[in-house]
Structure formats: C-alpha cells, structure tokens
C-alpha cells in the first residue's frame, strides 16, 4: 500500500486520534497516491499509526478511516460503520416523534467527509472529502442496504468541497422521486424540505431540540424569530403558546416553505407575520418602531465557517445581540446562537457579554444550547461541537 510518512515529533495528533493530518505534519509520501486513496500513515520511526485517504488538494492533506492497521477499508467497512451509525440514531428517543435524522455526521461517526440526513424515505447525501468521494458508490450502496431507502439525493455543493479540488454535484444518486417538499414531523409539527434546492440538505435537524425548548417558553409572549428559515422556530412558538411571532428571514423561498409549513399545521395563522428582510436593517426598523419583545430567537448563518473569518464574525455576532437585547422586555430571553465552527463557545460567550455591556442591558445566562444527539461529537474530534447557544434572561 502507498505510504504516508509523518515528520519527526508531529505524530501525537494522529497518536491522540485526532483524524485529520495537516500537509506540515508531512514528511514525505511514497508511491504517488491517487485524489481519495487510501494510504497507510507511518510515524518517522515507521510505527504503522493509521490508514487514511489522502487528499492532495487540501490543507488537510489525509483524513484517518481507520487507527486499526488491521482493518480494510473496503465496501463492508462503510457497511458496518453505517449501520452502527444507524443504530446510534435508532436507539434515540427522537426516533419516537421524529422521521427526520442526521444519519452519518462525519467524522464523528468515523466518516470523515461524509454527511447523510434522512428525510423520511429520502436520504440526502454529502460527499465533502477527497476520500468520501473516493468511495462514493460503495457507500451509496451501503446507505441504500443499510436504510432501505430508494431514493438518495446528493448535496455535494458545499463550499468545503472546492478546498478538497472536487467540483460541485448535485441530483439523485440513487432512485428518483419528486423532493423539493419532502414532509416530515418534528415533536408533533409538519414540515416540509426542499432537498433539491434548501439551505445545506434542506432543513436544520440540529436545532431539533432546542426548537423544543422554544415551544415550552414562548407562552404568552411576543417572538421574533430572526433568521427564520423555514419557520422552525417560529412554528414551535406559536405551537407553545406565543401571543404573536414575528419571523424575519432575507430568502424569499425559504419564507415560502415556511407558509407552506404553518398551513400544514393546526395552528392560528393571525399570530404570525413573515417579513423578507435583513436582519441587521430590520431590528433597527423594529427598534425605531418602538417595538420590543419576550422571547427573541437569533439562529443566524455561519458567520465564520473557519478561523479566518472570526474578526467580521465577531462583529456581526455582537451587532445582532446587540439589538436583540434593547429590543428585549425586562423580564424577555434572547436564545442566542452559532453555528460558526471558527468561533468557540467562549469566545461567543465574551461577544455577547460585550454586546450586552454596550447595550447598557443586563442579562444572565440561565441555559446553554448544543446539537441535538443525531448530531454527536466524537471525543477525538472537538471540531464536532459547532452549535453553541445561549439562553439569556434580560433582568
Ligand atoms: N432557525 C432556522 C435556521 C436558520 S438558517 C431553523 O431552525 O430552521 C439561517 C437563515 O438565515 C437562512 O434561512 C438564511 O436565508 C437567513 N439569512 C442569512 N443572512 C440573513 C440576513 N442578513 N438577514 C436575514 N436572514 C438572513
């Protein structure tokens, strides 16, 4: 097998399990591997440590698919480790009320690069790596047998595929069905997701939860939901008992889906407005309308997919908690989140603090908020834990 030869002193990453092998951690590769091969890693003494795919594009020049030198990574290796995943989701008490999961969430299931949720008999997947696009059709035939779901649509139009060389693709992998409303339930709501053509794979099954803890807060109180998408959020307020919610979002095709998704549900359709606006402009515009509120929801975009991006991240984050807290009554929350990989549940923290302290507000944190459990953290992989959330209590 081509071999990947580690420099002196920078096995210990690889040693802790840690899946990702940076290109300066190198010290030479034998046999010129191919874009997705799979390739034994060797420390510089020769200690067999891993077997990886390597990925001569990226930064991140392998990704480990097994610290077992034992194992073969072949068809029934994505075949076990998809059906242990699968089982992990089975075993989950949002198995009871929900057909809508993240089946496979990357390295945190041993799957570097490969990202699947499930949509009621739809899958969708993403092939975001050198070596998941390697396998690709082995482990679509192993997500059909494991799932026994037909249809497959793939999402591989992240931008992190671009850091890997691959070209965008999307469409049907597998199978072929109409799937821009596939419908799901949540905790009793009905949705509908556009897999063809929503944000990422189409809906987001992380905030599963905590669209929950919403519903259990909003009674009695006047919402904005503020980046709405498709309404999670906002649904699960009205569901709980909100006054009224108001839901601002800039897509027009996701506020769309999201009147689709209140008519699919026995909720009072008078105690909800959607406005297609800029965040940033409108909490000013509700600001000088004099307006304020119980319970504001902040589920913004990634401001900062990487670690690059954290100085103008910052700067929106604080902007929007900012106004968020002077829009918020004596008494009101603000559930504040991130889902920026490149900033920390610290720094976050501190930005919001900061935000808090230039709106002359005070604020206590009273909960925090991470990813639903479809959406696990592999120890060896803290780069997992990207949702962060904050529930604060205006005093
Ligand atoms: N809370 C949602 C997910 C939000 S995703 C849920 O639970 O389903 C982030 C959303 O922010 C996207 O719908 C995107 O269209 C929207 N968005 C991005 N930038 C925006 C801006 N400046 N103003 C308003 N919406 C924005």
Known sequence: MKTLVLKAGRDKSVKRRHPWIFSGAIERVDGNPESGETVLVKSAQGKI??????????????????????VTVNGEFFGTKIRAAAA??????????????????AESDGLPGLVVDRYDDVLVAQFLSAGAEHWREAILDALAAATGCEAIYERSDAEVRSLEGLAPRIGFARGNRQAKRCPIAEHGL?????????????????????????????????????????????????AGGALHVSAVDSSAEALDIARENLAANPLDASRIAFAKADVFAHQRLLRDRGKSFGLIVLDPPKFAPTAAQVKNAARAYKDINLMALKLLKPGGLLASFSCSGGVSAELFQSIVAGAASDAGVDAKIIERFGAAADHPVALNFPEGDYLKGLLLLRT
């Open 49 to 70: 440590l891993a077997l990886a795919a390597w990925s001569p594009a990226s930064q991140i020049r392998a990704r480990v698919w097994s610290f077992d030198p034992g």
């Open 88 to 105: 992990l989701r089975a075993a989950l008490p949002a198995s009871g009320h929900t057909n809508a999961m993240r089946l496979v969430h």
């Open 190 to 238: 009905n949705f509908r997701v556009d897999v063809e053509a929503g944000q990422k794979t189409g809906f987001f099954l992380d905030q599963r939860e905590n669209r929950q803890r919403i519903r259990a807060l909003a009674e009695g109180r006047e919402v904005l939901d503020a980046f709405c998408y498709t309404g999670g959020f906002s649904l699960a307020a009205l």
